[in-house]
T-cell receptor, first 111, second 114 residues
Framework: ELKVEQNPLFLSMQEGKNYTIYCNYS?????LYWYRQDPGKSLESLFV?????AVKQEGRLMASLDTKARLSTLHITAAVHDLSATYFC???????????FGKGTKLTVNP | ETGVTQTPRHLVMGMTNKKSLKCEQH?????MYWYKQSAKKPLELMFVYNFKEQTENNSVPSRFSPECPNSSHLFLHLHTLQPEDSALYLC?????????????FGEGSRLTVL
């Protein structure tokens, strides 16, 4: 059974600081996704990582995938308040088009 | 309209009521999903449909009944629900095969069972 673990689950940080959210998964997969969810809203796709070594960047967020380590990271650079949200990683179970989600990391960026 | 649309956005129902949630996708996808998101649990996959055929029922109680009349529409029929069924129900769609497998979510239907 594929298990996806994120840490930390809660993250409070100051504006301007850097931090990394980690996503570990238990079985082989080469597809990983990051989503953002604002309170009361749906999930918005941030990054799609489809191969080992994939790195994608959008604004202050950068995601990477190491399939050998079964690890993805979401790095936040010089955080701003607008990044406050819950971030989920999700891993493809392999050929079944079904994603297994982590519990989410609730990020709060304080002024 | 574009993307994935869910109605109603909010629903309050008693335990003896029967109601339905509707989802429509305008992305040309072939797979549709129902997820449940509650405060105390991670996102839970409920049902998966590929080309209108149900391919997964993730041990969901029979008081939830899905229906997929075509690749663009998905319903979740609700009857005799329990208060613990109160949650945000999210519909999603994706392509299959060579597609990236990325899920596109609707805005969700917030269900409260009294």
């Amino acid at each position: 059974e594929l298990k996806v673990e994120q840490n930390p689950l809660f993250l409070s940080m100051q504006e301007g600081k850097n931090y990394t959210i980690y996503c570990n998964y238990s079985t082989t997969s080469d597809r990983l996704y990051w989503y953002r969810q604002d309170p009361g809203k749906s999930l918005e796709s941030l990054f799609v990582l489809l191969s080992n070594g994939a790195v994608k960047q959008e604004g202050r967020l950068m995601a990477s995938l190491d399939t050998k380590a079964r690890l993805s990271t979401l790095h936040i650079t010089a955080a701003v308040h607008d990044l406050s949200a819950t971030y989920f990683c999700a891993v493809d179970r392999g050929g079944s088009e079904k994603l297994v989600f982590g519990k989410g990391t609730k990020l709060t960026v304080n002024p | 309209e574009t993307g994935v649309t869910q109605t109603p956005r909010h629903l309050v129902m008693g335990m003896t009521n029967k109601k339905s949630l509707k989802c429509e996708q305008h992305l040309g996808h072939n797979a549709m999903y129902w997820y449940k998101q509650s405060a105390k649990k991670p996102l839970e996959l409920m049902f998966v449909y590929n080309f209108k055929e149900q391919t997964e029922n993730n041990s969901v109680p029979s008081r939830f009944s899905p229906e997929c009349p075509n690749s663009s529409h998905l319903f979740l029929h609700l009857h005799t629900l329990q208060p613990e069924d109160s949650a945000l129900y999210l519909c999603a769609s994706s392509g299959i095969g060579r597609d990236t497998g990325e899920l596109f979510f609707g805005e969700g239907s917030r269900l409260t069972v009294l």
